[in-house]
C-alpha cells in the first residue's frame, strides 16, 4: 500500500516542531503508544507533524486524518475560533480532524481509539 504523498508546511516549523514531540503531554503519550509503529491498520502516523502553517498532534497521510488533543485553553472563544478556522484549513487538503479533549483521552481512552479506528478504517476506504 502506498502512502499518499506529504503535505506541504512552512519549513521553520520542523524545530518547533521537533521541541514537541519531546514535551508531549500525557494525553499525547498516552495516544502515540497506541498508534505508533503502524499498531492501527498497518498505517503510519506521524507525531508534531507540520502541515501548511500549523503543527498538528497526529496525523495518518494513508487515511487522511489529523488528530488534536486540546488543553482546557482550546475551551476560550479566541481558541475554538483559530481551531475551527484551522481545521477548515485542513479540511480544505481533504483531511478529516478529529479532536478530543486531553480529559476525555485520559478517562475515556478506549472510547477514544474507537472513533480513531473507525476512522482510520473509513479513510482508507473500508466502510463499516
Known amino acids: 500500500m ?14 518547533p516542531a521537533r521541541t514537541l514531540r519531546t514535551n508531549m503531554t500525557d494525553a499525547e503519550q498516552l495516544i502515540w503508544y497506541r498508534l505508533r509503529r503502524k499498531q492501527m491498520h498497518g ?8 502541515l501548511l502553517s500549523f503543527i498538528v498532534d497526529f496525523y495518518c497521510p494513508a ?8 488543553g482546557g485553553q482550546h475551551f ?12 477548515q484549513a485542513l479540511a480544505a487538503l481533504g483531511l478529516r ?3 478530543f479533549d486531553n ?3 485520559l478517562l ?12 482510520v478504517r473509513i479513510g482508507l476506504g473500508n466502510p463499516p
Open 43 to 50: 498505517v503510519q502516523f506521524y507525531r508534531q507533524k507540520p
Open 2 to 15: 502506498n502512502e499518499a504523498h506529504m503535505e506541504d508546511y512552512r519549513k521553520d516549523l520542523k524545530q
Open 76 to 87: 476560550e472563544p479566541e481558541h475554538q475560533a483559530k481551531d475551527a478556522s484551522r481545521d
Open 108 to 119: 475515556e481512552t478506549e472510547a477514544v481509539l474507537a472513533v480513531i479506528e473507525e476512522a
Open 63 to 70: 487515511a487522511k486524518l489529523v488528530i488534536e488533543l486540546d
Open 103 to 105: 480529559r476525555q483521552v
Open 97 to 99: 480532524v478529529l479532536r
